[in-house]
């Protein structure tokens, strides 16, 4: 598997783990390309594109489904 796969398979991951987050597709797409100050001002769809930024993204839906954000 070559980098781009592996950036496409990690980008429709995190995608699909938003939309079980959100439990809502539309909430979650909302989500995923709303700046965020958390993201100083970057969309989460935005950060997709890199291992480090796909990170990010995963950590924060991990807290939001924990409850950590309200």
Not at 51 to 62: N, S, T, Y
């Amino acid at each position: 598997m070559n980098t781009t796969e592996h950036i496409s398979q990690q980008r429709d991951r995190l995608i699909e783990l938003s939309d079980k987050v959100f439990s809502n597709q539309e909430k979650s797409r909302r989500w995923l390309h709303k700046p965020l100050v958390v993201l100083k001002g970057k969309a989460p769809i935005d950060m997709l594109d890199t291992a480090e930024g796909a990170r990010i993204v995963e950590d924060l839906l991990g807290r939001l489904d924990e409850g950590y954000f309200s």
